[in-house]
Each structure stands twice: as structure tokens, then as C-alpha cells.
């Protein structure tokens, strides 16, 4: 007789899937060591240090009373406006929950079973595991210590094997290096038809140098990933979107989840969007950080396109760990496949020197 349970319910085979490890938030890290949450300063995971727009915040609560209803109206809105800022037309915009959303919904409207798609090595680790969920096998090309974590299309043709997707991600996460316009154009005039370069600007409003929107015009295999978790500050909420070209724009609406950005998102995206002082304030302030972080750590530095700075400090796991026990949390690059490096989040005005500060004692000791 058989059981009346389902005893052999299993989830399919995920032994090729690894799981997402995020870096641990503040409260974990105070409750460990003890130490108020308020006094430690969290560098570790590209946040805004100054929080969200306070017209975000203000959105939010105005929004709450309304959360029984579905984000119709609101979607649409937020669709137009970054249409608008654009310089597009709103079906290629496509909100998703977090960039991440946006590397989900690029995966179901191109990835067939079996496609390949080609990731950056070190790379962000949601790129290979969005693309093997939609059933693709992985190819990497290699940014270079050496070359100072250079990227041009050379560099990417080398790896090239007319995988379906290119991720380009520009400024780099964890190097802060860029593929400079003409290398991205190159990039695209070089591969064939069928081969979409991605190009993710999460970082895009920290650099000086142009977005690659312009190319969207007149080609159909270049999109970007844009997000409000890093500059707008609003990573809690999940909302990022997708600029894709008009030729296959349509597809967002045979692939996405209903509703992909919920009415909170939607509602505090736009009124981020307006709030121009916030993000001038927010880009001022990385700037400075950024330069304040490379002349005064005690420890090479490379160059960097956005809200971090990657530094080489030889143990960098025993770094990370002897500045969080003095309430500075840095990132460990190790799982980036970049031992002896840490990522270093640029804080605020206050937070910055003293996590240089700490960071300088702790490789003093050493
Ligand atoms: C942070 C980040 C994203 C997007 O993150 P979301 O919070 O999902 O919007 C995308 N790509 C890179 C390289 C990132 O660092």
C-alpha cells in the first residue's frame, strides 16, 4: 500500500545552483559582538550611507493606507517618468524587483534550454544563477589583477562564443573599473545578431562617463540594468528596471510577474526620481569618499566608478574580521575569487575616516 504521504516530494535537481549569500546585515553583527547597532558603521554592501530620499519616505507613508489595492496606476506612472527621463517610450522600460528582477525577466524572454551566456569573472555572483535557472550554461571572461581589472572588448571577445548574453557591468562590482563607450559599441558591432549585450549601470549614477543608452537608439542588442537600491537608497524596497531597445520591448508582458514593482516601490521610486538635491548630495558625497578612502588607507587602492573602492591588504579575511570586532563592517572579497582584497562602501563625511581610521590600526597591528 502506498504511504499517504508524499514521500518522495522533492525540489528538482539544484545541485548546479549555489545559494545567494548576502553580507550580514547590522543587527546580526551587533548582536554577535555585543555592541550597539547604532554604533557600528556597515561599509559592506554599496548602500546609501545618507538613506533614502526623505520625499521617498514621505511617499511611503502617504502610499500605506492604500497598500489593499494593486499598483496599477502607480506602475504606469513611474514607467512614464523614467520613460521620460530617458528619452524613450515606456514599454522599454521594464520594473522589476531590484535589478535582480530586471536579470530574471532578460533570462525568460531570451534564454532557450541549453542557451550560453558569458559572465564576468570576478563577477556578480546573480548573473550565472539568474541565467541557470532559465535553464543556460555558463562561459566567464577574466577582468585581470594584473591589467589593473581593465575591460575592453578585446578582452570580452576573447571568451566570446556566440553565447546569447554578454554581461557587461559598468562600473564594475567589486573592482569599480568601466568599459569605456566606444569598448561597449565595439563590443556589440563585433558579435552577431543574436547576442545581447547587457549592460548593468547599477553603479551608473556614481561615473563621470556617458551611460550607454545612447546605443539603444539605433541597435536592438544592447539593453541597460538600472536600479534605486544604490544611489536612490532605496535597496529594502526592490526596484530596478530594465532599458531595453523598441524592437523586442514588447516581450515584458509575456514574461513578467504581474505587478513586478509593488505600489510602496512605485510610489517612492517617483518621488526619489524628483528628489534632485538627495542624489546630488548622495554622488558629492561618494565622490569625496572615494578620493578620502584612496590617499588616507594605508594600502593600495584601484581606481573606482562607484560607491566603493577596492583595496589589496593581504589577509583580507582576517582584516574584515578584526574591524568588525571594532564596529567597522568591510566586505571580504574572497567569495569574489579575489583573496586578500576587501570592498569598502563609501560612507558618509563621519562614518568614512573612521572606518579608514580603524581599517589603518587593524593593518598597523599586522
Ligand atoms: C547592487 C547590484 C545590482 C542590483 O541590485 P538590486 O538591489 O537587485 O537592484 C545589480 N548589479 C550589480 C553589479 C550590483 O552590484
Keep these: 500500500m502506498r504511504h499517504l504521504f508524499a514521500q518522495d516530494m522533492e525540489p528538482r535537481d539544484l545541485s548546479a545552483h549555489v545559494p545567494y549569500r548576502a553580507g550580514r546585515g547590522v543587527e546580526e553583527v551587533a548582536r554577535d559582538l555585543g555592541l550597539d547597532p547604532d554604533s557600528l558603521v556597515k561599509l559592506s554592501s554599496n548602500e546609501n550611507p545618507h538613506g533614502p530620499s526623505p520625499a521617498a519616505v514621505e511617499a511611503i507613508h502617504e502610499t500605506?493606507?492604500?497598500?489593499?489595492?494593486?499598483?496599477?496606476?502607480?506602475?504606469?506612472?513611474?514607467?512614464?517618468?523614467?520613460?521620460?527621463?530617458?528619452?524613450?517610450k515606456p514599454p522599454q522600460i521594464w520594473l522589476a524587483a531590484g535589478g535582480d528582477g530586471v536579470l530574471d525577466y532578460l533570462g525568460r524572454?531570451?534564454?532557450?534550454?541549453?542557451?550560453?551566456?558569458?559572465?564576468?569573472?570576478?563577477?556578480?555572483?546573480?548573473?550565472?544563477?539568474?541565467?541557470?535557472?532559465?535553464?543556460?550554461?555558463?562561459?566567464?571572461?577574466?577582468?585581470?589583477?594584473?591589467?589593473?581589472?581593465?575591460q575592453t572588448a578585446e578582452m570580452v571577445l576573447a571568451a566570446y562564443d556566440s553565447q546569447r548574453i554578454i554581461y557587461v557591468t559598468s562600473p564594475h562590482n567589486p573592482?569599480?573599473?568601466?568599459?569605456?563607450?566606444?569598448?561597449?559599441?565595439?563590443?556589440?558591432?563585433?558579435?552577431?545578431?543574436?547576442?545581447l549585450v547587457l549592460v548593468d549601470e547599477a553603479y551608473g549614477e556614481f561615473t563621470d562617463r556617458p551611460s550607454a543608452?545612447?546605443?539603444?537608439?539605433?541597435?536592438?542588442?544592447?539593453?541597460?540594468?538600472?536600479?534605486?537600491?544604490?544611489?536612490?537608497?532605496?535597496?529594502?524596497?526592490?526596484?530596478?528596471?530594465?532599458?531595453?531597445?523598441?524592437?523586442?520591448?514588447?516581450?515584458?508582458?509575456?514574461?513578467?510577474?504581474?505587478?513586478?514593482?509593488?505600489?510602496?516601490?512605485?510610489?517612492?521610486?517617483?518621488?526619489?526620481?524628483?528628489?534632485?538635491?538627495?542624489?546630488?548630495?548622495?554622488?558629492?558625497?561618494?565622490?569625496?569618499?572615494?578620493?578620502?578612502?584612496?590617499?588616507?588607507?594605508?594600502?593600495?587602492?584601484?581606481?573606482?566608478?562607484?560607491?566603493?573602492?577596492?583595496?589589496?591588504?593581504?589577509?583580507?579575511?582576517?582584516?574584515?574580521?578584526?574591524?568588525?570586532?571594532q564596529g567597522v563592517i568591510v566586505r571580504d572579497c574572497t567569495s569574489f575569487g579575489l583573496s586578500g582584497c576587501i570592498r569598502i562602501t563609501c560612507g558618509t563625511r563621519e562614518s568614512t575616516p573612521r572606518a579608514v581610521e580603524t581599517l589603518n590600526e587593524v593593518l598597523a597591528e599586522r
Excluded at 175 to 195: N, Y
Design 213 to 325: 543608452r545612447d546605443l539603444i537608439t539605433d541597435r536592438d542588442d544592447v539593453a541597460l540594468l538600472r536600479t534605486f537600491s544604490k544611489a536612490y537608497g532605496l535597496a529594502g524596497l526592490r526596484l530596478g528596471y530594465g532599458v531595453v531597445p523598441e524592437a523586442w520591448a514588447g516581450a515584458y508582458n509575456r514574461v513578467n510577474t504581474p505587478f513586478a514593482a509593488n505600489l510602496l516601490a512605485c510610489h517612492a521610486g517617483l518621488a526619489a526620481l524628483e528628489d534632485k538635491p538627495h542624489l546630488r548630495e548622495t554622488v558629492e558625497t561618494v565622490r569625496w569618499a572615494r578620493q578620502y578612502i584612496q590617499e588616507h588607507l594605508v594600502a593600495p587602492t584601484w581606481d573606482s566608478g562607484g560607491n566603493f573602492v577596492l583595496a589589496s591588504v593581504g589577509d583580507s579575511q582576517e582584516v574584515t574580521t578584526r574591524a568588525q570586532k
Design 64 to 88: 500605506a493606507d492604500s497598500v489593499h489595492t494593486y499598483p496599477k496606476a502607480a506602475h504606469t506612472d513611474l514607467t512614464e517618468a523614467l520613460a521620460e527621463r530617458w528619452d524613450l
Design 109 to 150: 524572454a531570451l534564454l532557450d534550454p541549453g542557451a550560453r551566456v558569458l559572465v564576468p569573472d570576478p563577477g556578480f555572483a546573480y548573473y550565472p544563477m539568474s541565467a541557470r535557472y532559465h535553464g543556460a550554461e555558463i562561459d566567464q571572461y577574466r577582468l585581470e589583477k594584473g591589467d589593473e581589472f581593465e
Design 175 to 195: 573592482t569599480g573599473s568601466e568599459m569605456p563607450l566606444p569598448e561597449i559599441e565595439r563590443l556589440a558591432e563585433s558579435t552577431d545578431e543574436e547576442t
